[in-house]
């Protein structure tokens, strides 16, 4: 079992920045493929950024693609998600997700291939 607990969220203005933690329980984060989704109210979760075990591996959505960057301290149990230059359509709830396997894409991307979860951490937005 694996608990993940994100932070960082907050509300800011557009072109702002801000970085995301999420933290795992467990002795094994190294070897977990870890990602970064969000979801606004009415609409599917939608897939941000994924990073692999090692850090080798990152893949981010066109959406935020070259805005963020996706890290992990293996040391700290920790992966990172930086944005820079927010913009409103970026508000939403920003959720963690751990997988013990190996995914590579396009199955990385996919909410349904992580098995743990954390709380949520709002990003707002405004103009």
């Known amino acids: 079992q694996v608990q993940l607990v994100e932070s960082g969220g907050g509300l800011v203005q557009a072109g702002d920045s801000l970085r995301l933690s999420c933290t795992a329980s467990?002795?094994?984060?190294?070897?977990?493929?870890m990602g970064w989704f969000r979801q606004v109210p009415g609409k599917e979760r939608e897939f941000v950024a994924t990073?692999?075990?090692?850090?080798?591996?990152?893949y981010y959505a066109d959406s935020v693609k070259g805005r963020s960057t996706i890290s992990r301290d293996n040391a700290k149990n920790t992966v990172y998600l930086q944005m820079d230059n927010l913009k409103p359509e970026d508000t939403a709830l920003y959720y963690c997700?751990?997988?013990?396997?190996?995914?590579?894409?396009?199955?990385?991307?996919?909410?349904?291939?992580?098995?743990?979860w954390g709380q949520g951490t709002q990003v707002t937005v405004s103009s």
């Open positions: 990073i692999s075990g090692t850090g080798g591996m990152t």
């Open positions: 467990g002795r094994t984060f190294s070897t977990y493929l």
């Open positions: 997700a751990a997988s013990p396997r190996l995914f590579t894409l396009p199955l990385a991307s996919r909410s349904y291939n992580y098995n743990y």
